[in-house]
């Protein structure tokens, strides 16, 4: 199995720019969860997907934030505008919900920078 | 609110030494808690496990120890290694459904 695989690695946009976040969770599983990692808050939750559904979206900062998962080996996050303070690495992570306990796969992550 | 806090930025430690990292949480419904380390450039990975029903669970050189009462956490690691540099992430989590991430702490194992 390839993993959770993100992409881009790496994103540089200006401010007001589009961004678009893409991951493709591990074959079977049912638990799709996007986190950002900040110095500041460490690994923060943004929103998480249940068998494609949105469960808590409550992380999402702000509404130029938006997350979508047509189906069980897609996502994205999309950022509109962009801001410079958006600037940070976004993870993919996702989990058989029946094993949850054992914790969720990572992916490599997309470090975004807004100039 | 930071629900999970891991006040140690970093830390270094003597190879062959004792490395302890902790954690505290403010949810006492927090009945599941795990530790990943996480190297640059690449995403978090899971290392060990803790559920509320005990106080210490044991890998190999990796403890984790868990003090309900005091709603603290913490990793032991014997002996360190180089290869244990890394950044720890503890995690809290009520019945596995969503976990909440503390800051990390950074380990450097000085050789």
């Known amino acids: 199995d390839a993993g959770v695989i993100q992409s881009p690695r790496h994103e540089v946009t200006e401010m007001g720019q589009e961004v678009t976040l893409r991951c493709k969770p591990i074959s079977g599983h049912n638990s799709l969860f996007w986190y950002r990692q900040t110095m500041m808050r460490g690994l923060e939750l943004l929103i998480y997907?249940?068998?494609?559904?949105?469960?808590?979206d409550s992380g999402m900062p702000e509404d130029r934030f938006s997350a979508k998962m047509p189906n069980a080996s897609f996502s994205t996050l999309k950022i509109q505008p962009s801001e410079p303070r958006d600037s940070a690495v976004y993870f993919c992570a996702s989990s058989l919900a029946t094993s949850a306990n054992y914790g969720y796969t990572f992916g490599s992550g997309t470090r975004l920078t807004v100039v | 609110d930071q629900q999970v806090k891991q006040n140690s930025p970093s830390l270094s430690v003597q190879e062959g030494r004792i490395s302890i990292l902790n954690c505290d949480y403010t949810?006492?419904?927090?009945?599941?808690f795990l530790w990943y380390k996480k190297y640059p450039a690449e995403g978090p990975t899971f290392l060990i496990s803790?559920?509320?029903?005990?106080d210490k669970n044991e890998d190999g050189r990796f403890t984790v120890f868990l003090n309900k009462s005091a709603k603290h956490l913490s990793l032991h690691i014997v002996p360190s290694q180089p290869g244990d540099s890394a950044v720890y992430f503890c995690?809290?989590?009520?019945?596995?459904?969503?976990?909440?991430f503390g800051t990390g702490t950074s380990l450097t194992v000085i050789p």
């Open positions: 803790i559920s509320s029903i005990k």
């Open positions: 995690a809290a989590s009520i019945t596995g459904n969503q976990f909440y």
């Open positions: 997907f249940n068998n494609n559904v949105p469960i808590d």
């Open positions: 949810n006492s419904m927090f009945d599941y």
